[in-house]
């Protein structure tokens, strides 16, 4: 196959058949047209003297009809969705909003959705359930216009990607088996980007090439992708809440004008060029965090989720507070921004009733017994227990005994004394934990609790996602150091017992992210001095947690400390 082609199947190859959605209104073609450097795929009017055209002559005679027949307005108006087309793709909604159609249309293996990605510019995710569990696998636009799951094969567009994957899981948790259509009266919801973009991409296209008319409209559909990457990094000055280059103070005295609800935001430029902070209002107080650029030109909060453009970074942080004290709510208005640019999507409606509609996409089924390599998940699903605002107000050292429920239950023992599981009690919601629990024997007490002391201390300090978090400690019965739950055990033992199943991508993933957390500790002044597969303990099989901090310490600024780790897989 030549570069830039694209095959389709028999189903999108069908004239009256949109992969999955027919055409009632009037008959449709797929033109998948080769562009440098992408490839563009979009529905185009089909019409009886383009049915009898030769294959010779027809892509000339598509491109005439093209400048010919359509007006130019109406292809600058509103650049098409490449997944648009799709009756299981949402648009812009949150992870959380995904699981909850899927809860609803049945949690069969397989069922799965296509969303759009709040991360990458152009992206997508696919949210697919196996064994009562969800599972989110971003979906990145290459550079070429093909579309990819980091680490597997690149597909002309979406439509495509979601075929393949429905004939062989190929690295996902399992095939995709059952679309989850959206329910009747549920429209595929815009991002906040998609109300700007448009306008934006014509206006740029004509200051810089200082076209008009056919030849406008051709060179935006040509080089869409690389125009919309270009207005998209800049697209946050079009945003209310982004009020240019004030002063920390300025911006403290925006954000007291009025009320003082909490998650009120803005966004400024800091003096550095290209750097930006975040102020936010909690509790009366405004706090302000950095937002770091990367070298790669990703956004994020420090140690934060990487983002390609600022207002991404925002919006995700309307969903959740990952690394501020608040999710971000009602934006401070800089007062310039022209009205309807920074329109919110409306929120989805609530539906009582489960309904789906599972007809015209039907996938091969399931092989049982295949191995597949695995891909990359969208992880960043364990938030630490103490993610919300109020839990984290009350966060303390030492807890309180009638807050901490034990289980007989066992989980391993040692010179120390023994780990058993238990229930914690928060503000908000109980959560699992893991009990470590000082066995006292022949006067070693003080040295064993001064060790778990040093332990919890280092330990109640860390806060990220591949760390084991220190809930806090707890006297009482005995000393007891209360731990973030990771129910997959050590894994040395997942690794000797898998050792003829598990695929070399899955042990890749479970090092990088040990490597991550080792990442953390290194920024944080901390070295661990005990890292070893025994130490590492799993949350499941593609999620791990640095544990076991007794012989940890924390290094001065002054300080340094060199250690080389050669590790051998056999």
């Known amino acids: 196959m030549g570069h830039g082609t694209c095959v389709l199947s028999p189903e999108l190859q ?327 640019l920074c329109a919110i999507p409306p929120a989805l409606p609530k539906y009582r009733q489960p309904s789906a509609n599972f007809d015209g996409y039907t996938p091969e089924p399931f092989v049982a017994g295949e191995k597949p390599r695995v891909l990359p998940m969208d992880t960043s699903v364990y938030d630490s227990p103490y993610s919300d605002p109020e839990e984290l107000r009350e966060r303390k050292l030492f807890l309180k005994r009638e807050l901490l429920l034990i289980d007989e239950v066992e989980l391993g023992s040692g010179n120390f004394g023994c780990v058993k599981k238990g229930v914690y009690k928060m503000k908000k919601r109980q959560i699992d934990v893991a009990i470590k629990i000082l066995k006292i024997q022949n006067g070693n007490e003080k040295s064993v609790k001064d060790e778990m002391m040093k332990e919890a201390e280092i330990m109640h300090q860390l806060d990220n996602p591949y760390i084991v978090r220190m809930i806090g400690v707890c006297q009482a019965e005995s000393l007891m150091l209360v731990m973030e739950m990771a129910s997959a055990g050590p894994l040395n033992k997942f690794l000797s017992a898998k050792k003829d199943e598990i695929p070399i991508n899955n042990v890749v993933e479970l090092m990088h992210q040990v490597s991550l957390g080792m990442k953390y500790l290194e920024e944080h002044n901390f070295v661990h001095r005990d890292l070893a597969a025994r130490n590492v303990l799993l949350v499941n099989q593609h999620y791990a947690k640095i544990s076991d901090f007794g012989l940890s310490k924390a290094l001065g600024a002054d300080n340094s400390y060199y250690t080389v780790i050669i590790l051998f897989i056999t």
């Open 14 to 340: 069908r004239p009256h058949q949109v992969y999955g959605r027919s055409v009632t209104h009037n008959h449709a073609w797929l033109q998948v047209q080769r562009c440098q450097p992408q490839i563009s795929l979009r529905v185009m009017p089909w019409r009886r003297d383009t049915q009898r055209s030769s294959s010779s002559n027809r892509k000339h005679h598509t491109q005439r009809s093209l400048t010919a027949r359509t007006p130019a307005k109406s292809l600058l108006l509103k650049m098409p969705d490449a997944a648009g087309h799709l009756p299981f793709y949402y648009g812009s909604i949150s992870r959380a909003e995904a699981e909850e159609f899927l809860k609803l249309a049945g949690m069969m293996d397989g069922l799965f959705l296509l969303r759009q990605c709040l991360r990458t510019l152009g992206g997508y995710v696919i949210s697919v359930v196996f064994n009562l569990q969800f599972y989110h696998y971003p979906v990145e636009r290459q550079l070429n216009g093909t579309y990819a799951i980091f680490g597997g094969k690149s597909h002309c567009g979406p439509a495509e990607l979601c075929e393949y994957y429905s004939k062989d899981a190929d690295g996902l948790c399992c095939v995709l088996r059952r679309p989850c259509n959206r329910p009747s009266g549920v429209e595929c919801q815009p991002g906040v980007f998609d109300h700007t973009r448009d306008n934006m991409m014509k206006e740029y296209v004509r200051q810089t090439w200082k076209l008009e008319g056919d030849a406008l409209e051709q060179a935006i559909i040509s080089q869409a992708p690389q125009v919309e990457k270009l207005i998209a990094t800049t697209a946050h000055e079009k945003m209310a809440w982004y009020h240019g280059n004030i002063s920390r103070d300025e911006a403290e005295r925006k954000l007291y004008i009025g009320a003082q609800p909490d998650g009120k935001f803005l966004v400024r430029e800091r003096k550095e060029p290209g750097t930006f902070a975040l102020s936010i209002v909690y509790g009366k107080t405004v706090y302000h965090y950095m937002i770091d650029l990367d070298k790669s030109g990703k956004y994020s909060i420090p140690k934060g989720t990487k983002f390609d453009t600022l207002w991404q970074l925002v919006e995700y942080l309307k969903l959740k507070s990952d690394g501020v004290i608040t999710v971000l709510k009602e934006s401070c208005p800089n007062g310039n921004t022209v009205a309807g």
